[in-house]
């Protein structure tokens, strides 16, 4: 073999070795994000289900990828944002936002991983075949949501005993609504109240809905526990300010951005469980050997700056035992 020759396959080896080696790396895995709302306001939760990811030793560009499916509020883009998800061959589906949520991941697939967030109970639901043993490709985290609607009434009947109507906000399209009203007609009747819903649709109905709370005597509010209302917490704090009317929400996000007083379990800490589940998912731990999660802390947020702005005294009983106390 000549000299050339030899520097000349030798030059060519070099450079083609790099772009082999490249070919043999494994593809980072790619999960694929699917939730009801907005990014907007699930900015943090999603800081959260990173972390959860984190702690599970993955890095998002270094070791995967993230791919986002938002449905802004329209339950009826899950099914195909879902299967969307599907067809680029996600490694795993996170399924947040709502019950409706995994159902609709449920229903694109048998075959992916799915780690759900979910307010409804799972096993009715059938997305699992029981919280210890979910038994196919999903399991998750149940955030109790809809079974905490009693556990609301009864605060607000403590701040506020004198009403006798208690409104409720109920979002039309959720298809978890029809459950969750009959869990509040249940509690309301419980400590003799009267119940005044109002199914609302998208925001533009918001204003009606409050001007009927108010025409018919409402002296509370429940906004009841639906993804779409977290997304839009802002419009409906202000609202319940220029109504007047003492409200209660599901989650300690809605006390922090100004409503009066929430309660629940930690979103922030569900979604970083979620990216927790994922990680170890993305390992190769199989979705039936992971038990579905729920919280054993829930915790009572009032809003006192708020209260003074209502002027709305809080009973004394009800501040001794909440959690937080925001000024």
């Known amino acids: 073999m000549q000299r050339r020759d030899f520097i000349a396959l030798l030059g060519g080896g070099a450079a083609a070795w790099p772009l082999t080696v490249l070919a043999q790396q494994p593809a980072m895995p790619v999960i694929g994000f699917l939730n009801s709302g907005s990014p907007g306001p699930f900015e943090h939760l999603v800081a959260g289900f990173r972390r959860g990811l984190s702690e599970s030793g993955f890095v998002e560009s270094?070791?995967?990828?993230?791919?986002?499916?938002?449905a802004e509020g329209h339950y009826?883009?899950?099914?195909?944002?879902a299967t969307e998800l599907v067809a680029k061959r996600v490694a795993v589906i996170v399924a947040t936002g709502g019950e409706a949520v995994a159902l609709a991941a449920k229903a694109a697939t048998d075959t992916i991983p799915i780690v759900f967030a979910s307010g409804g109970d799972p096993v009715k639901a059938g997305l699992v075949a029981s919280l210890n043993r979910p038994g196919a490709n999903a399991t998750g985290f149940n955030q109790l949501t809809y079974e905490l609607e009693p556990k609301r009434i009864g605060l607000l009947h403590e701040l506020v005993?004198?009403?006798?109507?208690?409104?409720?906000?109920?979002?039309?399209?959720?298809?978890?609504?029809?459950?969750?009203?009959?869990?509040?007609?249940r509690a309301t009747i419980s400590v003799g109240k009267k119940l005044i819903a109002a199914a609302v649709a998208d925001e533009n109905e918001f204003d009606g809905a409050f001007t009927r709370f108010l025409r018919e005597g409402a002296g509370a509010l429940l906004v009841s526990a639906d993804p779409y209302f977290n997304t839009r917490r802002a419009r409906?704090?202000?609202l319940a300010a220029r109504?007047?009317?003492?409200?209660?929400?599901?989650?300690?996000?809605?006390?922090?951005?100004?409503?009066?007083?929430?309660?629940?379990?930690?979103?922030?800490?569900?979604?970083?469980?979620?990216?927790?589940?994922?990680?170890?998912?993305?390992?190769?731990?199989?979705?039936?050997?992971?038990?579905?999660?729920?919280?054993?802390?829930?915790?009572?947020?009032?809003?006192?700056?708020?209260?003074?702005?209502?002027?709305?005294p809080i009973p004394p009983t009800l501040l001794a035992r909440a959690d937080e106390v925001i000024e």
């Open 243 to 312: 109504y007047r009317l003492p409200a209660i929400y599901e989650f300690r996000e809605f006390a922090a951005a100004g409503g009066l007083m929430s309660y629940g379990s930690n979103l922030a800490n569900a979604y970083r469980q979620v990216g927790d589940y994922t990680g170890r998912i993305l390992k190769g731990v199989k979705p039936a050997e992971l038990p579905v999660l729920q919280p054993t802390v829930f915790e009572l947020v009032i809003n006192v700056g708020t209260a003074k702005a209502l002027e709305f």
């Open 236 to 238: 409906l704090i202000a």
């Open 161 to 185: 005993p004198a009403a006798d109507r208690i409104a409720v906000l109920v979002n039309a399209r959720s298809p978890a609504t029809p459950t969750a009203l009959k869990e509040v007609e």
């Open 76 to 81: 009826d883009r899950l099914s195909s944002l």
């Open 62 to 70: 270094q070791n995967y990828l993230i791919q986002y499916r938002w």
